[in-house]
């Protein structure tokens, strides 16, 4: 059965989420970046420019209170230049809090970039069989969440964690200063009780978060392997079983986000008491001043604003965390798949293969994808320098294993695969992959234009290049007659054109890379035999003079093979010219008597007149 993302969903832990927040802070200070660092710089100090502009305004707002009462107040009816100093240090405080954002912002954006690139650059490191245990659509979505994860933990603890904590600590300090002891302590308990039941109740939420979170993520990959396969939903009329299996998913979405809102509740309410029960004793010892003559009415009224000033952001504070914890479980998730392995990675040092001639050795091989399920065995074979070697064999011989490890995307367990000479566990994967072009039996496109398909197989071509490899392919007439021409787009993997024209297409790409070495994966199997056969011209083109292994399944393909390497079990059964094996009258001439025996069945059943079809007596099963 294969994994999902959601398998193993990780604990969010105390190591972790430091973890998390270190390669966050990388990004945020980054190497070699002076700007960004600069600016990093000066959004700290408007941020400290801005706390103690909001911090002093309930300390205006006292002297303006305390001067209305008395006669020269009076007299002049308002404390003009106070009221206008509050109003400036108000507007003084948002400025520089926007300002602070709007200097910020580059760091943040830079840093959410980079991380999402490093994590996408890794994807596509890591191995062939990573990517076909993991469902696209769970992956794309932990991606996305992760992503959006950092750009909320990044605003909120550079713009409300740490500024909400400063002016704590500075809300603390005058109180104690202007007043008494007694009111920091309160305030400070207050706060320390709020924060405490916060994380407590935050911590019970966060097994619901993570349910959402796996719900969500369960129901969008199922959703996405639906609409990738419509046709086959449609083959079957299995919308209603798609639906039901999509609903699965979202009914413990349904489920876990109502215990998230009820709970929520829970935890609003709770604060709430919590911010209410401070301000009611704070305000109590400040009226008991009051009447006492030891603070005024500014000071009643001053003290009220400094904690309803602190209490909006700390309630905010509460939220945050909240989402905080939200953000890093979904940054944990994505950081772990920087933490999966590449399986195929490159030697220290490896040098770029070297390709002179283009031969290809298969040196004693062995392989299994499954220690339990063995391959390949002892399979010897020789390329030379522009050859055409043939693979063939029945269905689960180990065929198509072969593409694989020629192409790297598995390394053998025992044995050797050199390319002239050079083992290709020794060189760089990149220079290997670009000596070798692959046209696959299933081609697969990008959904966006022929001509980026095209274009896909060297990005830097010029037009002129991308139409000549067009024309080699035998499909630039067809392109042309189509209303946008080189600009139709081809649909989802390509859905738009038939299995013949996706094959043009894919060999117009790979003639455009310039290989030297060429590998075709069954790449007419599945056409029907005109198509075939007008591709097998295009095909013997392309790989004139060049170093070519066909994988075939369709004998009459490669007759004109230099080399013929019949595989039963994973074992080299045979080997020879086309003739040759004929004569043998081996495992190869009975796969060539059992095809040209159903080809000739096939022909016979359209020559031979309908007449019981005919008369509508077609049933399933005839």
Not at 8 to 34: N, Y
């Amino acid at each position: 059965m294969s994994k999902t993302v959601t398998d193993g969903a990780p604990k969010l832990d105390a190591s972790r989420s430091w973890g998390v927040i270190a390669i966050l802070g990388r990004h945020l200070w980054p190497k070699g970046e002076t700007g960004l660092r600069v600016r990093v710089i000066v959004a700290l100090a408007l941020l400290v420019a801005a706390k103690v502009t909001n911090v002093y305004v309930p300390i205006l707002y006292k002297n303006a209170v305390d001067m209305l009462g008395t006669p020269a107040a009076q007299a002049v009816a308002v404390p003009i230049a106070l009221i206008v100093a509050y109003g400036v240090a108000r507007v003084l405080s948002q400025a520089f809090g926007e300002l602070r954002d709007a200097v910020f912002a580059p760091v943040a954006q830079r840093a959410i970039r980079n991380l999402a690139l490093e994590v996408f650059g890794h994807l596509h490191a890591l191995s062939l069989r990573f990517h076909l245990e993991r469902q696209t659509g769970g992956l794309s979505r932990v991606i996305e969440r992760g992503t959006q994860g950092m750009e909320f933990l990044i605003r909120f603890t550079t713009f409300n964690i740490l500024p909400t904590l400063f002016e704590i600590l500075l809300v603390g300090g005058i109180l104690w200063s202007l007043y008494d002891w007694r009111f920091s302590v309160v305030t400070l308990v207050v706060v320390g009780a709020y924060i405490v039941f916060s994380i407590m109740l935050s911590e019970w939420r966060i097994k619901f978060v993570r349910s959402m979170n796996e719900a969500d993520t369960d129901s969008n990959a199922k959703a996405i392997d639906s609409l990738l396969n419509f046709e086959t939903v449609k083959y079957f009329g299995n919308e209603p079983h798609e639906a039901r299996r999509y609903d699965v998913g979202r009914r413990r979405y349904e489920n876990a986000a109502i215990r998230s809102s009820r709970t929520l509740s829970v935890l609003n309410v709770g604060q709430g008491a919590i911010i209410s029960v401070g301000l009611v004793l704070v305000m109590a010892m400040a009226g008991q001043g009051v009447v006492a003559g030891t603070m005024t009415i500014g000071d009643f009224v001053a003290v009220n604003a400094f904690l309803i000033q602190l209490y909006m952001p700390l309630n905010m504070l509460g939220f945050a965390y909240r989402e905080i914890r939200n953000a890093l479980v979904n940054m944990e998730k994505m950081f772990g798949l920087l933490q999966v392995q590449a399986e195929i990675a490159d030697k220290p040092g490896a040098p770029p293969l070297v390709v002179t001639g283009g031969e290809i050795v298969f040196d004693h091989v062995d392989f299994h994808y499954e220690k339990t399920r063995p391959i390949l065995h002892d399979v010897s074979f020789r390329v030379a320098p522009g050859e055409t070697v043939a693979i063939v064999g029945s269905s689960g011989a180990g065929k198509s294993t072969i593409s694989r490890i020629l192409f790297r995307f598995y390394d053998v367990a025992s044995g050797h695969v050199r390319i002239d000479g050079q083992d290709i566990r020794d060189v760089q994967q990149a220079s290997l992959r670009a000596a070798i072009g692959v046209v696959p039996q299933d081609t697969v496109l990008f959904n966006d234009t022929i001509y980026y398909n095209i274009a896909y197989g060297r990005p830097g071509a010029t037009r002129e290049e991308v139409e000549q490899a067009a024309r080699l392919a035998r499909i630039h007439d067809f392109i042309m007659a189509l209303p946008q021409g080189y600009d139709s787009t081809v649909g989802e993997r390509g859905l738009k054109l038939s299995g013949g024209e996706k094959q043009r297409v894919a060999i117009a790409r790979t003639i455009l890379k310039n290989p030297r070495i060429l590998l075709f994966d069954e790449a007419t199997s599945a056409l029907d035999t005109r198509t075939e056969q007008e591709i097998q011209r295009s095909l013997e083109e392309v790989s004139r003079g060049r170093t070519t292994v066909i994988i075939a399944h369709r004998l009459s393909t490669i007759i004109n093979a230099d080399e013929i390497v019949v595989l039963d079990r994973g074992r080299v059964a045979e080997r020879g010219r086309h003739a040759d094996l004929l004569a043998r009258d081996g495992l190869y001439a009975d796969m060539w008597r059992r095809q040209q025996e159903a080809a000739a069945e096939a022909e016979r059943h359209v020559e031979e007149p309908p007449s019981f079809r005919a008369e509508g007596h077609l049933r399933v099963g005839d």
